[in-house]
């Protein structure tokens, strides 16, 4: 048992609007196949599907970004970013600098160097579940079999974004609490804590309703 287009559209309304290179047509065959592979599918269990899709449609806005979006005002640095820019001169600076922006937030953790090596950037959040840092990068790579820190922008790839979205699902057993239904407790793997909750409550409980359950 797959995911078909109409009930994919049903949980992420935008798609049937979307154009380019990541139109649902070209995507389902991807997601069907990346949650067979990972056992996220219906028919391992609707609930890991639910889940899945419900925290996939928040981290890439309905699967329409695959990439991190960093292009933040100064004022949005020190809303969002507040640690990283204390003040508001210093957020000044960055004023709709995705790069340095990526260089100061993500430089010196997650296996990161510091700003100057631009690992923060090389390493931004990609593919639908935004896979970020250089060791999540390697590690990923390694289990899928891709040189994913020689070639970061794999992950943002029609044929391997979902496989490293259902990686990084399996990794941290997401199925496990999905069958439990511990939605939040997965919000809190992916995300470190509770961010965008009512939208992804909103996205599960549809994904849901729309697999029947």
């Known amino acids: 048992m797959e995911?078909?287009?109409?009930?994919?559209i049903a949980i992420m309304p935008s798609l049937a609007r979307q154009g380019g290179?990541?139109?649902?047509?070209?995507?389902?065959?991807?997601?069907?196949?990346?949650?067979?592979?990972?056992?996220?599918?219906?028919?391992?269990?609707?609930?890991?599907?639910?889940?899945?899709?419900?925290q996939l449609a928040h981290e890439s806005g309905e699967l329409k970004h695959w990439e991190e979006n960093l292009n933040y005002s100064w004022q949005g640095l020190r809303s969002v970013f507040r640690k990283y820019f204390p003040t508001?001169?210093?957020?000044?600076?960055?004023?709709?600098?995705?790069?340095r922006i990526a260089n100061r937030?993500?430089?010196?953790?997650?296996?990161?160097?510091?700003?100057?090596?631009?690992?923060?950037?090389?390493?931004?959040?990609?593919?639908?579940?935004?896979?970020?840092?250089?060791?999540n990068?390697?590690?990923c790579g390694e289990a899928l079999g891709l040189d994913?820190?020689?070639?970061?922008?794999?992950a943002a790839s029609l044929d391997h974004g979902f496989r490293c979205a259902?990686?990084?699902?399996?990794?941290?057993?997401?199925n496990a609490l999905a069958d439990?239904?511990?939605f939040d407790a997965i919000t809190k793997k992916i995300n470190g804590g509770l961010n965008g909750k009512p939208e992804r409550d909103r996205y599960y409980a549809k994904a849901k309703e729309v697999l029947g359950l």
């Not at 139109?23 to 996220?40: G, H, R, Y």
């Not at 994913?148 to 794999?154: A, H, K, Q, R, T």
């Not at 259902?166 to 997401?174: H, N, Q, T």
């Open 137 to 139: 990068y390697k590690l």
């Open 88 to 99: 508001d001169d210093e957020a000044k600076k960055y004023h709709r600098s995705p790069q």
């Open 21 to 54: 290179p990541y139109t649902v047509v070209a995507m389902l065959p991807c997601l069907n196949a990346a949650m067979i592979e990972f056992e996220i599918d219906p028919a391992h269990s609707a609930l890991r599907t639910a889940a899945f899709l419900g």
């Open 180 to 182: 439990a239904e511990k």
């Open 3 to 8: 995911i078909n287009k109409d009930q994919l």
């Open 148 to 154: 994913l820190v020689s070639n970061p922008d794999l």
């Open 105 to 135: 937030v993500y430089s010196g953790r997650m296996g990161n160097g510091d700003e100057k090596s631009w690992d923060g950037w090389r390493y931004r959040g990609r593919s639908p579940i935004q896979l970020t840092g250089k060791d």
């Open 166 to 174: 259902g990686y990084f699902w399996d990794s941290r057993g997401l």
